[in-house]
């Protein structure tokens, strides 16, 4: 659990791009800090330059996030943790349902890395909802390939295209590809599966992550319920579907698996996979 520089990136990104409301933001976990002064005056130049340097001197020796925040936002950073030995503000199991006293009152929640560790994952997002004010923020940064062994599990888009939905009481605003590696690597999801009429698919041979930002939008349900968009939308199992992937296959098997590895690489995954994404800058 710790924000990188393209954490905060996200984050700022929220602020200017939604007017997200940072007055009373909440952590899963508590957060690490971990990028530099030097990575911070790098990419968020504006901030370094108004934080006076005895606090940034201060922060950047603290190993948590939550001072840095507070000079980039003016707002106390509050975390809520399974595990006392962090010194949380809020000392709770997410695998359990939240107390009503929690219900509504953030305006922002910040997942940098949590829900992957969590074995009741709706739970997780219910307790997340319930506890975000209507209009509210929710930012999560989370695995979605090559982590294994990281933690419990990997989320793709479709996971949460499929539960941050009009009946959970949450809408998708954003969702970016991260590559863990590097600051420059970010790639927008330009569509969801159901405006796609198509899986976002995302093949890569590095670490990535999955930022997404979404909002509150009406109240939470007493479960939270999903169903993957294709087979709730009934467009990939289609015959004509099923047919052409039978097809597909057999040519796979009969051509030389050197020659399917290039057409993958160099010819599938960057000009039909990735017509839906594109790459930005935070």
Same mark, same amino acid.
């Given at each position: 659990?710790?924000?990188? #520089?393209? &954490? ?7 602020? @200017? ?5 940072? &007055?009373? /933001?909440?952590?899963?976990?508590? =957060? ?6 030097? $990575? ?13 340097? $005895?606090?940034?001197? @201060?922060?950047?020796? &603290? ?39 929690? $219900? ?25 909802? &319930? ?12 695995? /979605? ?31 970016? #590809?991260? @590559? ?9 999801? @330009? ?28 109240? /939470?349900?007493? !479960?939270?319920?999903? =169903? ?9 199992? $289609? ?34 996979? !990735? ?8």
């Amino acid at each position: 659990m710790g924000f990188r #520089i393209t &954490s905060m990136l996200t984050i700022e990104y929220a602020r @200017k791009n939604y007017g997200t409301d940072f &007055s009373r /933001t909440l952590t899963l976990g508590r =957060q690490f800090r971990a990028f530099s002064e030097k $990575e911070f005056r790098k990419y968020l130049p504006d901030y370094a330059g108004k934080i006076p340097q $005895e606090l940034l001197s @201060k922060d950047f020796e &603290s190993p948590y996030a939550e001072g840095i925040f507070q000079d980039m936002y003016g707002f106390k950073l509050q975390s809520l943790d399974g595990f006392s030995h962090e010194n949380p503000d809020i000392l709770h199991d997410l695998n359990q349902p939240i107390g009503k006293e929690l $219900e509504g009152q953030f305006s922002c929640i910040i997942d940098g890395g949590t829900m992957e560790h969590v074995f009741a994952v709706p739970m997780v997002l219910g307790n997340c909802f &319930s506890m975000l004010e209507l209009g509210g923020t929710y930012i999560c940064m989370v695995p /979605t390939n090559n982590f294994n062994g990281h933690g419990l599990y990997q989320f793709s888009p479709d996971f949460f295209y499929s539960t941050f939905t009009k009946q959970n009481g949450m809408e998708i605003l954003d969702v970016f #590809i991260v @590559k863990f590696s590097a600051k420059d690597k970010v790639w927008k999801i @330009k569509h969801s599966p159901s405006e796609a009429a198509g899986r976002v698919q995302f093949d890569v041979n590095t670490q990535t992550e999955i930022y997404v930002i979404a909002r509150k939008i009406g109240p /939470t349900p007493e !479960r939270i319920t999903a =169903q993957q968009t294709d087979y709730e939308e009934g467009w990939y199992e $289609e015959e004509r579907s099923i047919t052409n992937t039978q097809k597909r296959d057999a040519l796979i098997e009969k051509a030389p698996r050197k020659l399917v590895y290039a057409f993958r690489q160099f010819l599938y995954e960057p000009f039909v996979r !990735r017509k839906n994404i594109t790459k930005i800058k935070l």
